[in-house]
Structure formats: structure tokens, C-alpha cells
């Protein structure tokens, strides 16, 4: 848990405090983490784009919201994140489990991972890329970033990374 454990203070310590999560295996230590934290409000959902909607009204609420899911949640979620999040410029950290990079064991998750970048650089959603430990001390500053400039972050987070939690 020592990686999941980085990420979740990390993206505390950069103002989030509302998490959503869609199942994800690579995701399952940050979930438990985040159940047993009394400072934060935590809920799991169905659907990424459910999930942004949640996140608007939370960031309505004076929250800066987290939602967690899976590189194909992104391209589930585009018309949310296009017209609600981004036209009404809510920042929101979108923290991706990158699966299909390399080390992922499931085939059926390199078809997505071979757009995921090219969908966020489309919708100008500024990337972190965390592929090693060293990249998780600059989740708190990426996730200030999203208030700063009024609007979705992506945290991506690599296969080999996650796994090795």
C-alpha cells in the first residue's frame, strides 16, 4: 500500500477532499485507504460519466473532487467532461489506473491505452504521468493546479507503478 498511500496524501495535500471511484483492481488499496478516512468523503459509483456529474455538483459545494477510474472511463466520459466540467470550468483531478501500458497482463486493455493520451491532449486536459515513485511527490502540486486553472487534471498512472503496490 506504500504507492496508494503516496497518492491519496499527495492528493490531499493538494486540496482534494471528495473521492468517487469505478472499480479497478489497480485501484483497490487507494479505495480501502480512502473507506477508512474519516477527513474525506469517499463513495464507489457505476459509470465515469455518473461520476462527473457528482464531481460538478460537489465542486459546487466548495469541494475540489477526485474521481478514480480506469483509462477507459476517459472515453466514456467525454461529452460530460466537455459539456459540464469544461464549459463550466470545474476543476476536477481525474486519477487513471493506465491500464494497457506495459506489464498489463489483460490484451483487451492496449486498445485504449493507445489513445488515452491523444483523448486528453483532444479535450486539453493538462497529464501527469506518473511511471515511477519518484513522479508521485508532484501529484500535490498537478492537483492545486486543477483550482488554479478552473478546470480537469488527469493523473495517469502506470500498470508497473500500481502494481507493484
Known amino acids: 500500500m506504500k504507492i496508494s498511500q503516496q497518492i491519496i496524501s499527495n492528493l ?12 479497478c483492481k489497480l485501484l483497490a488499496n487507494m479505495i480501502t485507504i480512502l473507506e477508512a478516512d474519516d477527513d474525506i468523503y469517499y463513495s464507489a459509483i457505476p459509470r465515469e460519466e455518473e461520476g462527473m456529474g457528482i464531481c460538478a455538483g460537489a465542486y459546487l459545494g466548495n469541494k475540489l473532487p477526485c474521481i478514480m477510474m480506469q483509462n477507459t472511463g476517459i472515453g466514456n466520459s467525454v461529452n460530460s467532461i466537455v459539456s459540464l466540467l469544461q464549459l463550466y470550468q470545474m476543476p476536477v483531478v481525474f486519477l487513471i489506473s493506465y491500464r494497457g501500458t506495459p506489464g498489463e497482463p489483460v490484451g483487451a486493455q492496449g486498445g485504449m491505452a493507445k489513445v488515452t493520451e491523444e483523448i486528453l491532449q483532444t479535450l486539453r486536459i493538462p497529464m501527469l504521468h506518473c511511471s515511477s515513485e519518484n513522479d508521485l511527490e508532484k501529484i500535490s502540486t498537478f492537483t492545486a493546479h486543477a483550482k488554479i486553472i478552473e478546470n480537469p487534471v488527469a493523473i495517469l498512472c502506470d500498470f508497473n507503478l500500481m502494481k507493484e503496490d
Do not use: H, Q, R
Not at 12 to 23: R, T, Y
Open 12 to 23: 490531499k495535500k493538494g486540496g482534494a477532499d471528495f473521492f468517487l471511484s469505478v472499480p
